[in-house]
Nanobody
Framework: QVQLVESGGGLVQAGGSLRLSCAAS????????LAWFRQAPGKEREFVTG????????YYADSVKGRFTISRDNAKNTVYLQMNSLKPEDTAVYYC?????????????????WGQGTQVTVSS
């Protein structure tokens, strides 16, 4: 069992930046690949970015490439999402998710553990 708690969401103007954090507790953190998903009102939850257990491999959705950066600190049991050049279309609830070590995948149904989400709102 892994418990995930996101923080760092808020309201920001277009072009601004936010840094999300996801703190994990429970089983050994570096046994898990981690990812960020987001869900806007009326839309399905979508993959944003993922990172392997070691941090050596990352994968980004095309919509955030070059603007978002995922990283993890296994010593602190925390994964981060640095979001720059934010756009109004980035507005969503952002979720941290974890799955057992394997390949980084964008399929949300593969991820077993989820946080409660943090709201990100980007104003135009």
């Amino acid at each position: 069992q892994v418990q995930l708690v996101e923080s760092g969401g808020g309201l920001v103007q277009a072009g601004g930046s936010l840094r999300l954090s996801c703190a994990a507790s429970g089983r050994t953190f570096d046994n898990y690949d981690l990812a960020w998903f987001r869900q806007a009102p009326g839309k399905e939850r979508e993959f944003v970015t993922g990172i392997s257990w070691s941090g050596g491999n990352t994968y980004y959705a095309d919509s955030v490439k070059g603007r978002f950066t995922i990283s993890r600190d296994n010593a602190k049991n925390t994964v981060y999402l640095q979001m720059n050049s934010l756009k109004p279309e980035d507005t969503a609830v952002y979720y941290c998710a974890a799955k057992i070590i394997g390949s980084i995948v964008s399929d949300r149904f593969v991820y077993r553990y989820w946080g409660q989400g943090t709201q990100v709102t980007v104003s135009s």
